[in-house]
T-cell receptor, first 113, second 112 residues
Framework: DADVTQTPRNRITKTGKRIMLECSQT?????MYWYRQDPGLGLRLIYY???????NKGEISDGYSVSRQAQAKFSLSLESAIPNQTALYFC????????????FGQGTRLTVV | KNEVEQSPQNLTAQEGEFITINCSYS?????LHWLQQHPGGGIVSLFM???GKKKHGRLIATINIQEKHSSLHITASHPRDSAVYIC??????????????FGKGTKLSVKP
């Protein structure tokens, strides 16, 4: 099993719908992140969490919300999806005691029509 | 100006060639990461380094902190090396300043 698992892997949804992307990890890391990737752009940080009670906005948090249900689970929600949220989304974890190497999920390809 | 610049953006090589991908950054960093993203989309970490040089198989990563520059080398390239290679840096401080800043990636295609 992968260390960081994202579901779903692919999703097509309609404008205005609420959608949740889920991420779970078996690394035992406290730090979890959500990024989006668009063609021609680097990965951009949406939200990050350093533990269950610590949630922080990244550079592009507008239109998104997150929930850290447990150390191992970090979900990203689009409350009312819009077409410019069509992108590849990645969840990642890191562990400060391990030098903060990053571990990424396989990505979720989201299309908003 | 982007804080992390990679060059080239695209690179096509013949199998067996020696390949170099460059990364320059403009901020003080605690570590630099090289990541690989295959056509299927998943991202894997290749190297994390803060000084000197690391080697894993045919891959070598170097960093020059004074010049704010890192290179990723692939020796004896193979078509399975075809992927997007991403440079990312982590700042010195805690909180948001300790998060990764990503380059836009270098798309490598190795022809047989």
């Amino acid at each position: 099993d992968a260390d960081v698992t994202q579901t779903p892997r692919n999703r097509i949804t309609k404008t205005g719908k609420r959608i949740m992307l889920e991420c779970s990890q078996t690394k035992g890391h406290d730090r979890m992140y959500w990024y989006r990737q668009d063609p021609g752009l680097g990965l951009r940080l949406i939200y990050y969490s350093f533990d269950v009670k610590d949630i922080n906005k990244g550079e592009i948090s507008d239109g998104y919300s997150v929930s850290r249900q447990a150390q191992a689970k970090f979900s990203l929600s689009l409350e009312s999806a819009i077409p410019n949220q069509t992108a590849l989304y990645f969840c990642a974890t890191s562990d400060p005691s391990g030098g903060r190497e990053a571990f990424f999920g396989q990505g979720t390809r989201l299309t908003v029509v | 100006k982007n804080e992390v610049e990679q060059s080239p953006q695209n690179l096509t090589a013949q199998e067996g060639e020696f390949i170099t991908i460059n990364c320059s950054y403009s901020v003080g960093i605690s570590a630099l990461h090289w990541l690989q993203q295959h056509p299927g989309g998943g991202i894997v970490s290749l190297f994390m380094l803060s000084s000197g040089k690391k080697k894993h198989g045919r891959l070598i990563a170097t960093i020059n902190i004074q010049e704010k520059h890192s290179s990723l080398h692939i020796t004896a390239s193979h078509p399975r090396d075809s992927a997007v290679y991403i440079c990312a840096v982590r700042g010195f401080y805690g909180g948001s300043q300790g998060n990764l800043i990503f380059g836009k990636g270098t798309k490598l295609s190795v022809k047989p």
